[in-house]
């Protein structure tokens, strides 16, 4: 019987950022989850009973990248998984760096102009914010612009509050992660040069040892 295994993307991104991810298909059944847009000031237990509904078979394996990663282990929460797989993200909010704890307190995120998301790939293009390749990367994986998501999606991963990681769950992280960086990390599979777009651009690592990482008992 096939393995069942579902990816969770990053915040905001489409399931198109697994499209290097190749398990062998004889071994494993892949399904993409996708971002269902949240409800106002819903819980993020509330938004993952909603996204059971793309979970269709039992014992599933779970993987997940960044904020992905937080929703596949409170998905762990609601049903019974074989093992979960976080990718640049986190395992508690002790793993959080400084600058999301102090937005906690000082609620900093809540000032971001997250309605200016929807418009970002234009403004983008005509300065030097960000160079060409990134634009293009942006433009390609991140389908989710509404500022309600942002919005949500923001106040939830920064007032999460996990404080002990599960027991079922590998950590792959990159030892050059911008968003979450190594230092803040335990217990994890490092991933020499690994950015917190690895998924994307360090896909053979994953390709070569994910399959072993699932059926590993």
Known sequence: MKCSV?????MAASPQIFEYIKLPSKQFD??????????KNESIKDYCIRLLDQIKHENPVLIGVSFGGVI???????????????????????????????????????????????????IASYSKILAP?????????????????????????????????????IHIHGDSDPV??????????????????????RFRWFNEHLPQLILDN
């Open 30 to 39: 892949v399904h993409l989850m996708e971002w269902i847009l949240p409800v």
């Open 133 to 169: 390749k990134k634009i293009e990367m942006y433009n390609k994986y991140l389908s989710v612009n509404d500022p309600l998501y942002m919005d949500w999606a923001l106040n939830t991963i920064i007032n999460w509050d996990q404080e002990k990681a599960p027991d079922n769950l």
């Open 72 to 122: 596949v282990q409170e998905l762990s929460k609601l049903l019974p998984v074989k093992k979960m797989i976080i990718i640049s993200s986190v395992k508690s909010n002790k793993e959080f760096p400084r600058r999301m704890r102090l937005s906690k307190v000082t609620h900093l995120h809540k000032a971001l102009p997250t309605t200016l998301i929807k418009h970002f790939g234009t």
């Open 180 to 201: 979450f960086p190594i230092k803040y990390i335990e217990n994890c599979i490092t991933v020499e040069g690994g950015t917190h777009v690895m998924i994307i651009n």
């Open 6 to 10: 579902y990816f969770m993307p990053g």
